[in-house]
């Protein structure tokens, strides 16, 4: 399983992440440990790691790969708890933090894990396997609007009507238990030449909204700053435009002094800032790394400085 994901923006990453090499950092998305290893690669002996991950497959390899590294703890929580873990090792504040979002290459091609259309497997798209809501669940009790917002707001999907309406019709004749089910109901009306990207954002809409994965974000970035030292840094590698969006408008928010005028038309408040932008544009993979693994293509990686 070596090659199960390849790290994206790997140096970049730890590079802008690591300012104490006796500190103490947290992986929000152990995955399968490639940053998490380069982490530990550049702390000494009385550095720390702090790990978490839902997913039972990346979370078992992990806890197998850093089983002798007393500088290693793993959690098996939603990385939103953040604060939660900091107050579980007695730790006030990280020296830094770091979330690298979206799914695994692993998920997204091990027919298992539920992620791919590419095979037939049941739809589920559920990162923590403990949560009860399922993509099929999803796609068979939401309504016609339900659903058509869901495919809108977080597919970026122009035919989120007609793809809702599709699905309701289709599941009044039989149950949708598969990603081929699902996959049956789009490419009957969907060109071949664009069948690729319209299932890839429906399959990301429905993922999104099982795991609820933008409000995580948003807690997360949130309590990251409560327990982030003067001077630690946040750094976050996002994988579409809504992730990237929220991280952007996150860090903007956080280090200014004045709210907008829609916040306060009179001009009468102020508030402290709390972060320091250290990209003032999102890092983007190199060529080569594309090259490498394409995957890392739609890639934005954006960090921040505790004031």
Do not use: W
């Amino acid at each position: 399983m070596s090659n199960i994901h390849a790290p994206v923006l790997l140096n970049e990453s730890v590079d802008l992440l690591i300012t104490d090499k006796s500190g103490s950092y947290f992986d929000a998305t152990l995955g399968f440990g490639g940053h998490s290893e380069a982490i530990l690669q550049k702390l000494d002996s009385k550095g720390k790691l702090i790990a978490t991950d839902v997913d039972e497959n990346a979370f078992n390899y992990c806890k197998e790969k850093f089983k002798n590294d007393k500088r290693v703890s793993l959690y098996k929580f939603n990385f939103s708890m953040v604060d939660v873990i900091a107050k579980i090792e007695s730790l006030q504040a990280f020296d830094g933090i770091l979330a690298d979002l979206g799914v695994s290459s692993f998920q997204l091609d091990d027919p298992d894990s539920g992620f791919t259309f590419r095979t037939e497997t049941l739809l589920d798209l559920r990162m923590d396997k403990t949560k009860k809501q399922t993509a099929a669940d999803a796609v068979n009790e939401l309504s016609e609007e339900e659903l058509s917002l869901i495919f809108r707001d977080y597919g970026e999907e122009r035919n989120y009507k007609k793809i809702a309406r599709a699905i309701v019709n289709n599941r009044e004749i039989k149950k949708i238990k598969t990603t081929t089910d699902l996959k049956k109901i789009i490419s009957e009306f969907t060109p071949v030449n664009y069948l690729t990207k319209t299932l890839s954002r429906v399959f990301q809409a429905l993922r999104i909204y099982v795991n609820d994965e933008l409000n995580m974000l948003k807690e997360f970035l949130e309590r990251s700053v409560d327990v982030l030292k003067p001077g630690g840094r946040l750094v976050v590698i996002s994988y579409h435009s809504l992730e990237d969006r929220i991280v952007k408008d996150f860090f903007r928010n956080e280090s200014i002094t004045t709210l907008s005028p829609k916040e306060d038309p009179f001009g009468l408040l102020s508030k402290s800032a709390r972060l320091k932008i250290l990209t003032k544009k999102p890092l983007l993979p190199s060529k080569e790394e594309v090259r490498r693994n394409r995957r890392a293509r739609s890639a934005k990686l954006r960090a921040a400085e505790r004031l």
